[in-house]
Nanobody, 120 residues
């Protein structure tokens, strides 16, 4: 059993930065691929970034490539999402999700989400 808890969201001005954290309970955290998603008001939840078990391989949606960085610290059971050069289109609830297998669409666990609001 793994429980995920996001934190680090908040209100930031255009061009600012935030670092989101996804903290996991359980001793098997390093066995899970972790992805970040976001859901803007009135829109579907969309993929943002993913990281493999070791942290050596990362993937990003085109909309955030070059601005966001995903990383993980397995010793701390935490995945981070560093978000730079934020713009109003980044306003959304951000969720982290965990899955044991890389190339499947179903996730085993989801967090409750953290709100990010970018003001102009």
């Amino acid at each position: 059993q793994v429980q995920l808890a996001e934190s680090g969201g908040g209100l930031v001005q255009v061009g600012g930065s935030l670092r989101l954290s996804c903290a996991a309970s359980g001793r098997t955290f390093s066995e899970y691929f972790i992805d970040w998603f976001r859901q803007a008001p009135g829109k579907e939840r969309v993929f943002v970034a993913s990281i493999d078990l070791s942290g050596d391989n990362t993937y990003y949606a085109d909309s955030v490539k070059g601005r966001f960085t995903i990383s993980r610290d397995n010793a701390k059971n935490t995945v981070y999402l560093q978000m730079n050069t934020l713009n109003p289109e980044d306003t959304a609830v951000y969720y982290c999700a965990a899955k044991r297998k890389a190339f499947v669409k179903a996730y085993d666990y989801w967090g409750q989400g953290t709100q990010v609001t970018v003001s102009s």
